[in-house]
Structures are given as structure tokens and as C-alpha cells.
């Protein structure tokens, strides 16, 4: 690709982009300032745009699979199936909107994360980060109700968990349970069908509307790259369609990754209420009261010991409970014995680890010197003629995996074809950074001169 194709084409996306914005003047989506990068940024300061994208691939997909599924206890699975087995292209929509959803608890919690040590709910981010927190927990009960909605043996696990929890609150317990699960099956599937299509989006949507900043960073490459992982996830790890459910079957089964620390406590013996609500409201008001609580002016977490050993702590205490819960011991011969989980190995474990990885962390961060930061890495240039050639071979790779999408469809072997389309917007997102990298260059070449 020469230069001079290379020009054309960045006036003509520049002419394009133009054309757009001017269009967009008057109307609302303007109250939002989008910004383009011209070059490489971190993808961790926009991962809420980014689980945004994810949610609105979720609403297409969605959309598709409710043209056929049918919210009844007799004919949800039935209706899966038939999306999975017969329609066109519903198995593919299928495994898209299943790791989507998946992908976007993830990056939702990263993104929780990465803002909590870089300390970005200070700086007059208080609303900003309390709704946020709260989106938070409604993608985890969007996920839950989602995934119930095919009515197998491992949603009626989570059912199960989820009716115990509800019915084993003090007080209130007993009087909310019957409005958000009904009288039996029969009632909560089309409640839970509700709150997944409908009330929960709309909920999320109009904190949405709170939380998001007025600058929003569209980063093409990345988008296409986070696009590319959903298809190869779901090429190599399939959606499986599980077991019909069925109440007299004693099938052990585990739930999502998302809910497998609460299933750990329960499994340990803890009391339902304790496990599945007590314990992670104690966590979600932690994260809530944090920018209430950490009023220092200082934002790196090197500079704050507390606080980061604070996170430290509790990603230790999330990832081995999150472990452990997939564990189980089939050298056991009932069901309940390769469930089970001894509580004093359980809790003295994840004892040691919380606060030997709170203290060990609060204390290097104590006594470490604050000395100068290291310099930051030079950035690799590259010069026009390599630029030319990366691009050319990437359009070339994407053309191939392209039609490694279209072939495999053809012969029918879909999760080949779901891995080929993920390669071919992963190399995509690499060419569209090539593109801008080359421009930047030449930018950078022309203000020089």
C-alpha cells in the first residue's frame, strides 16, 4: 500500500468522520463528547466504554434469540434447543450473547478495580463511582437471570440458591420473595424473563445516564480486538446447552464463575442469608464508602499502603472462593460429600491468604521509597515502507480468515467459523492501530518540518 493510497484513504475516513459529526450536531448524542484516539492508549481508562460495547452486543443478540425463545417452565429448554439446533445462525448467536455476558461481568469488575487503586473516585467522583458500583451488581443480576432463563439443570441450581437466599432474609424475606419469584417454576420464569429483557436493562440504562462521563473514549482497534475475543471464545468454549431440568435427578452441577464464591460458603455450611446476601452486601458497601472514607488528596496507589493492600486483600478473598467453588470431589461416592466443603480448612485458608496479602502489601508499600517514577518507555516507530507491508499482509490475513468464516459455516462446523471471524477482527483491530500509527508519524514528520 503506498503513501499516496495511504493519504486517500485518511482523507476520505477524515471527509467521512467529518460528514458524521456535522450531522450529529443537533442531536443528543452531542451532550457526550467522543474521543478518537489518534494513537495507542491504554485500554484500562475507558474499560467502562468498552463494558458498555459489550452490553449493547449483548441487546443485539438478545433481541435475536427472543424471536424464538419461549418464557414457559415446559418449553424454555425446548426453545433453546431449537435455537441452538435449527435455526439459522441461532447457535452462533447463542454462544455470542453467552460470552458476551461473561465477558462483560469481567470487564466490569476490572474495570471496578483498576478505578479503585488508581483513585479515580476522588477528584468530585463520588457519583460517578457509587453508580457505578451499583451497575456493578445489576450486570451480575442481569448475567444470573439470563442464564436461568434456559431452565437446565445448572440453572436450576442457581434457582434453587437464589429462592433459599430470598426466602431466608429476616423480616422482609418472606414478603418479597412471592412478588419476584411467584408460586413455583411456572412464575419465576416469566418474572425472570421480565427483569433479564426488560426491567434491569432499563434500570442500568438510566444510571447509565448518571455514571458515564462527558468524554468517552471510541477506540476502533481495541473494540474490534475486545469483538474478536467474544467470537474465539466462543468457537473453542462452546455453550453448552446442558440437561433438561428435572427434580428428581440428583446431577452435581456448578454455577456460573460469578456466583461460585457464594456457592463455596454455602457449600462450607455457612447460613443461606450469611453467604449469599450478607457477605456480599458487607463487600459492595466497602467499595461504596471508599471515596467517603479515603478523603487524602493522593491518587497513585503506591501512595496509599491502606487502601491497595485493602484491594489486594480482596481480590485474594474473591479469586479463592471463586476457585473453589468449582471445585468437586467425585471420588466421593453421594452428592453430597463431593459437594462439601470442610469449613475449618475453608475459612482458615482464606483467612491466611486475605490478611498475610492485606499485610504483606500494606507493609512494602510502607517502607518503600518514594523516589522518582522510571521513565517511561520509548514508542516503537515505524517507518512508512514497514507500515505499508504489516497492512498489507494483515488484509490479507483478514480476507483469508474471512473466508475461513464463510467455508467452515458452509460445511457446517460453526465453531471453526465463530474462531475464524474472532481472528479476523483481532487483525483488524491491529491494521485499523498500523493505520493510525502511520498517521500519527506522518503528522509528528509534517509539524517538524
Do not use: C
Not at 423480616?171 to 420464569?189: E, K, N, V, Y
Not at 485474594?316 to 472462593?321: N, P
Not at 499482509?393 to 460453526?414: D, E, K, M, R
Not at 471471524?421 to 500519527?440: D, E, M, N, Q
Request: cysteine-free; aromatic content about 14%; overall charge positive.
Amino acid at each position: 500500500m503506498s503513501s499516496n493510497n495511504i493519504k486517500n484513504v485518511k482523507e476520505l475516513v477524515n471527509s467521512l468522520w467529518k460528514w458524521t459529526v456535522d450531522r450529529l450536531e443537533r442531536t443528543t448524542i452531542v451532550v457526550f463528547k467522543f474521543t478518537v484516539p489518534k494513537q495507542y492508549v491504554s485500554p484500562f481508562g475507558y474499560l467502562g466504554t468498552l463494558t458498555a460495547i459489550v452490553f449493547a452486543i449483548l441487546g443485539v443478540s438478545g433481541a435475536f434469540l427472543m424471536f424464538y425463545y419461549r418464557p414457559d417452565v415446559e418449553l424454555a429448554f425446548l426453545s433453546v434447543q431449537e435455537i441452538q439446533e435449527k435455526v439459522p445462525f441461532g447457535y452462533i448467536m447463542r454462544n455470542i450473547h453467552y460470552h458476551a455476558s461473561n465477558l462483560m461481568v469481567l470487564l466490569a469488575v476490572l474495570h471496578l478495580y483498576y478505578q479503585y487503586f488508581s483513585g479515580r473516585y476522588k477528584i468530585k467522583n463520588e457519583v460517578l463511582w457509587v453508580t457505578g458500583v451499583i451497575l456493578g451488581v445489576l450486570t451480575v443480576l442481569e448475567a444470573y437471570t439470563g442464564y436461568n432463563l434456559i431452565m437446565n439443570q445448572r440453572a436450576l441450581l442457581a434457582v434453587n440458591i437464589g429462592m433459599g437466599l430470598t426466602y431466608s432474609a429476616p423480616l422482609l424475606g418472606p414478603t418479597i420473595a412471592p412478588i419476584f419469584l411467584g408460586g413455583g417454576l411456572f412464575d419465576l420464569i416469566i418474572r425472570f424473563y421480565a427483569l433479564h429483557v426488560f426491567i434491569l436493562p432499563l434500570i442500568m440504562l438510566l444510571l447509565a445516564v448518571v455514571h458515564f462521563p462527558r468524554a468517552l473514549v471510541i477506540d476502533f482497534p481495541i473494540i474490534s480486538a475486545v469483538v474478536g475475543v467474544i467470537f474465539i471464545s466462543a468457537g473453542l468454549f462452546p455453550a453448552e446447552l446442558g440437561i433438561r431440568f428435572d427434580l428428581t435427578r440428583g446431577v452435581v452441577e456448578v454455577p456460573e464463575w460469578y456466583l461460585t464464591a457464594i456457592y463455596a460458603f454455602l457449600r462450607a455450611g455457612t447460613e443461606r442469608f450469611t453467604a449469599g446476601a450478607l457477605l456480599p452486601l458487607l463487600f459492595v458497601i466497602l467499595f461504596l464508602i471508599v471515596p467517603f472514607v479515603d478523603r487524602s488528596k493522593k491518587l497513585s496507589w503506591r501512595d496509599r499502603p491502606f487502601f491497595t493492600a485493602l484491594g489486594v486483600a480482596s481480590i485474594a478473598l474473591v479469586a479463592i472462593t471463586t476457585v473453589w467453588g468449582f471445585y468437586v470431589d467425585f471420588s466421593k461416592e453421594t452428592a453430597f460429600d463431593q459437594l462439601y466443603i470442610e469449613p475449618t480448612l475453608f475459612y482458615g485458608l482464606i483467612g491466611g491468604v486475605t490478611l498475610s496479602s492485606f499485610y504483606v502489601t500494606y507493609f512494602y508499600l510502607s517502607r518503600q521509597k518514594r523516589g522518582q517514577r522510571p521513565p517511561p518507555t520509548r514508542p516503537i516507530v515505524l517507518s512508512s515502507r514497514a507500515s505499508a507491508v504489516l497492512m498489507t499482509t494483515l488484509l490479507i490475513l483478514v480476507a483469508g480468515a474471512v473466508a475461513g468464516t464463510f467455508y467452515t459455516y458452509s460445511i457446517n462446523l460453526p465453531n471453526h467459523s465463530m474462531f475464524y471471524l474472532g481472528v479476523a477482527f483481532i487483525l483488524f483491530g491491529l491494521l485499523l492501530h498500523i493505520y493510525r500509527h502511520t498517521i500519527s508519524v506522518e503528522e509528528r514528520q509534517k509539524g517538524a518540518k
